[in-house]
């Protein structure tokens, strides 16, 4: 029973341009929606979370989207960079679940020059 | 400050042996988690605790158990390996619940075990 789904294990974007990253989820307890990056040999690195009261979080060039009737989140990332070139999760959480995180299972991300 | 640090980095065992994977995080943070990835996966819970004492089980708890003596050790110890335990195992910790702040899990490293 996969609650959390990433469809896409890969990406690949040229520098410059815009990344989309895909996340679908089936619980509708679900309320904290988290995206972590992960480098190789590296734990994952939180980068940007929503709340279900809000529909748009941005930080610098990453920007997470939510359509809760739709039970979907993106994250753009615009420009792509180099460094961007990672795992990231996805990950939700309900907020009586003392922050138990369920994981998507990671989209892989290239950006190539 | 270190954050959240694993031991071992590596690891290899044979079927039956038991090993405990340590964590220790210097954050004075009251939530520790420990999950495991396999390969194409997703990260999945296998315990969690919310403070000193106290644990509970997450999504794949059999074939594991924890203690947390400390605020800053959450030690996960495996008794009797399986070669369906070779994974990656990272330790993270918390000061709160992200549903309240916008506080959020810091991860270690990690530790890669072979069972075989």
């Known amino acids: 029973d996969q609650q959390v789904k990433q469809n896409s294990p890969s990406l690949s974007v040229q520098e410059g341009r815009i990344s989309i990253l895909n996340c679908d989820y089936t619980n509708s307890m679900f309320d904290y929606f988290l995206w972590y990056k992960k480098y190789p040999a590296e734990g994952p690195t939180f980068l940007i979370s929503?709340?279900?009261?809000?529909d748009k979080n941005e930080d610098g060039r990453f920007t997470v989207f939510l359509n809760k009737s739709a039970k979907h989140l993106s994250l753009h990332i615009v420009p792509s960079q180099p460094g961007d070139s990672a795992v990231y999760f996805c990950a939700a959480e309900g907020l009586m679940r003392a922050q138990k995180l369920v994981f998507g299972q990671g989209t892989r991300l290239t950006i190539n020059p | 400050n270190a954050g959240v640090t694993q031991t071992p980095k590596f690891r290899i065992l044979k079927i039956g042996q038991s090993m405990t994977l340590q964590c220790t995080q210097d954050?004075?943070?009251?939530?520790m988690y420990w999950y495991r990835q396999d390969p194409g996966m997703g990260l999945k819970l296998i315990y969690y605790s919310v403070g000193a004492g106290i644990t509970d089980k997450g999504e794949v708890p059999n074939g594991y158990n924890v203690s947390r003596s400390t605020t800053e050790d959450f030690p996960l110890r495996l008794e009797l390996a399986a070669p369906s335990q070779t994974s990656v195992y990272f330790c993270?910790?918390?000061?709160?619940?992200?549903?309240?702040?916008?506080?959020?899990?810091?991860f270690g490293p990690g530790t890669r075990l072979t069972v075989l």
């Open positions: 993270a910790s918390s000061s709160q619940p992200s549903g309240i702040s916008t506080d959020t899990q810091y």
């Open positions: 954050m004075n943070h009251n939530y």
């Open positions: 929503i709340s279900s009261i809000k």
